[in-house]
C-alpha cells in the first residue's frame, strides 16, 4: 500500500543534543510537509518542499533544518533541542499539481527532551 | 490570518447516538476543508475532503457538509461506536495562506459503551 513512514516512532535526546526525525512516502507526491503537535493543540506548520523548493513558516525557528535529497525522503533537523522542542512531529504529503488535492499523513514521531 | 475553532473541545456520548461536530473559520476564500481522525499518540487518518464548490461528501457513517459563506463545517456520525473514540480535527487550506493547511485544536470524542 502507498503510504507516508516516519521513523524512528519515538525518539529521545538530550537538551542540545541534534537531532534528526525522517519521513518517506511511496506515494510520489512532490509535496512534502512538517508539522509541530503539541499536546492537545492543533499542528503546526513548520514548512514543506514543493519538490525542491523548500518553504519556511516564518515563525519556525531557526533551530528547526529541513532536507530532501530525492522525491520520496525528507528530514527534518533540531539542531539544539530545548525542552519546549518535545512534541508531536508529523509528516505529510500532497499532490501538488492543485491545491485541491488532500494531505496524507504519516504515524508521526514523538520527540522527548530530556 | 486563518483562524479555525472547533465546538466544543471534547464530547462524551453513549454508544447508538448520533453526533455532530463543529467546526468554524474566519477566511471563507479556501480551496477545501478536510477532516482527520487521531487517535493518542498517533498520526492523522484523512476521514473525509470537501471541495469548497461541494456542499457535503459522505462515507459509512460519515458525513461531512460546507458551508463556505458561514465559515462553517460539520461532521455527523451516524450509531457511533466506541471504536469511534478519538480526537476529530479540522483543516482548512487557504487562498491567503500559500495553499496550506490550517488546522484546528481538535473536538475530542469519547464514545461509552
Known amino acids: 500500500d502507498a503510504m507516508v513512514i516516519q521513523n524512528p516512532r519515538y525518539q529521545v535526546t538530550q537538551f542540545g543534543k541534534p537531532v534528526t526525525l525522517s519521513c518517506s512516502q511511496t506515494l510520489n507526491h512532490n509535496v512534502m510537509y512538517w508539522y509541530q503537535q503539541k499536546s492537545s493543540q492543533a499542528p503546526k506548520l513548520l514548512f514543506h518542499y514543493y519538490d525542491k523548493d523548500f518553504n519556511n513558516e516564518a515563525d519556525t525557528p531557526d533551530n528547526f533544518q529541513s532536507r530532501r535529497p530525492n522525491t520520496s525522503f525528507c528530514f527534518l533537523d533540531i539542531r539544539s533541542p530545548g525542552l519546549g522542542d518535545a512534541a508531536m512531529y508529523l509528516c505529510?504529503?500532497?499532490?501538488?499539481?492543485?491545491?485541491?488535492?488532500?494531505?496524507?499523513f504519516g504515524p508521526g514521531t514523538r520527540l522527548t527532551v530530556l | 490570518k486563518q483562524e479555525v475553532t472547533q465546538i466544543p473541545a471534547a464530547l462524551s456520548v453513549p454508544e447508538g447516538e448520533n453526533l455532530v461536530l463543529n467546526c468554524s473559520f474566519t477566511d471563507s476564500a479556501i480551496y477545501n476543508l478536510q477532516w482527520f481522525r487521531q487517535d493518542p499518540g498517533k498520526g492523522l487518518t484523512s476521514l473525509l475532503l470537501?471541495?469548497?464548490?461541494?456542499r457535503e461528501q459522505t462515507s459509512g457513517r460519515l458525513n461531512a457538509s460546507l458551508d463556505k459563506s458561514s465559515g462553517r463545517s460539520t461532521l455527523y456520525i451516524a450509531a457511533s461506536q466506541p471504536g469511534d473514540s478519538a480526537t476529530y480535527l479540522c483543516?482548512?487550506?487557504?487562498?491567503?495562506?500559500?495553499?496550506?493547511?490550517?488546522f484546528g485544536p481538535g473536538t475530542r470524542l469519547s464514545v461509552l459503551p
Open positions: 483543516a482548512v487550506r487557504t487562498y491567503n495562506y500559500g495553499q496550506n493547511f490550517v
Open positions: 505529510a504529503t500532497s499532490r501538488g499539481s492543485t491545491a485541491y488535492n488532500e494531505q496524507f
Open positions: 470537501i471541495q469548497s464548490s461541494q
